[in-house]
């Protein structure tokens, strides 16, 4: 069940803050054509970047949800957005419904997914997502779940470590890292990020281009979101909420995310339920790029509601 949130809590301290830009803001808000008395959902409100720009062209009859997992962004957004015109809410991507239901709020003119992990998220180290942390492994998006990667790095069988780096890292060293990290926690718990980060170095014999430690910390973090199984049905629960004509917009960041999105919007538009807005996704020109490293992955694929 979706939590309310509180406004006009304290004002909370993230040194990401001034660095925090939205991702193909300009794409998001054409391809949104918001309404001035529209119904519009940030289902990964974050940090409030989007929100800012959709909520900047609503006119005093039109509202904006903000929704996350992760409290703490709420809170910031809370802080960031807060007006008369702002919902937000805890909660999942599945529970889009749910939350327009106890707002008593019937159908959405638009919906946003910005996928994968916060600035805040990364940049507070003892969150435990970063592989450049010290903190203990948690890399939890709502700290009030039990699942945190520690659970995951020395509670699972080395088949199910396996089965995870190859699913949700893609990772081509799944079983020499899984048996690695089997081996080194028989003489003690993995308790950190760092830890981890050095287990998956040794697997690979040192450092290229990127980080060896990039794609077990993103199937690790998946794993313990179940953030695969959450975006099916949140775009599920997204096209339920939508009005005819209302436009689902999604910014993806890797190729597990992006495929379901593709296949999803593709199924939907032969079924007549949409009209696919992106033959080919919208990605970042350079300007960007320069502008905002984090950006140049992302993909922005969107389908108007029939």
């Known amino acids: 069940m979706s939590k309310p949130l509180l406004r006009n809590s304290p004002n909370m301290a993230f040194s990401g803050q001034a660095a925090h830009v939205p991702v193909l803001l300009n794409e998001v808000i054409e391809m949104l054509e918001i309404r001035e008395d529209g119904v519009y959902i940030d289902a990964t409100v974050g940090l409030g970047g989007h929100s800012s720009a959709i909520l900047g062209r609503l006119g005093s009859h039109g509202a904006l949800i903000g929704i996350d997992r992760d409290e703490e962004a709420l809170t910031y957004a ?36 910005d996928l994968g992990v916060s600035m805040l998220q990364l940049k ?32 699972y069988l080395e088949k199910d470590l396996q089965r995870v780096l190859q699913e949700f890292g893609e990772e081509p060293l799944f079983r020499k890292i899984a048996k690695r990290i089997v081996i080194s926690r028989k003489s003690g718990p993995i308790n950190t990020c760092a830890e981890l980060a050095d287990i998956v170095l040794q697997a690979y014999g040192g450092r290229g281009k990127t980080h060896p430690a990039t794609r077990t ?15 099916r049905n949140g775009l599920t629960s997204a096209l339920g909420v939508l009005k005819a004509g209302g436009r689902l917009c999604v910014i993806s960041y890797h190729s597990l995310e992006d495929r379901i999105v593709k296949n999803l919007l593709r199924d939907w538009g032969k079924e007549g339920l949409i009209k696919v807005l992106t033959k080919k996704p919208m990605t970042p020109g350079r300007e960007e790029v320069l502008r905002n490293s984090a950006s140049r992955s992302a993909k922005l694929r969107g389908g108007e509601k029939l």
């Open 124 to 155: 507070k180290h003892e969150r435990g997502f970063s592989f450049m942390s010290d903190a203990r492994l948690d890399m939890r998006m709502d700290s009030s779940q039990k699942l945190s990667a520690w659970n995951v790095v020395n509670r």
């Open 78 to 113: 809370a802080n960031k957005l807060g007006t008369d015109k702002v919902y937000l809410r805890q909660g999942r991507f599945s529970e889009i419904g749910e939350v327009l239901q106890d707002l008593r709020i019937e159908r959405a003119d638009g919906v946003l997914f």
């Open 217 to 231: 910390f993103q199937a690790i973090r998946i794993e313990v979101n179940r953030e695969l199984d959450e975006l």
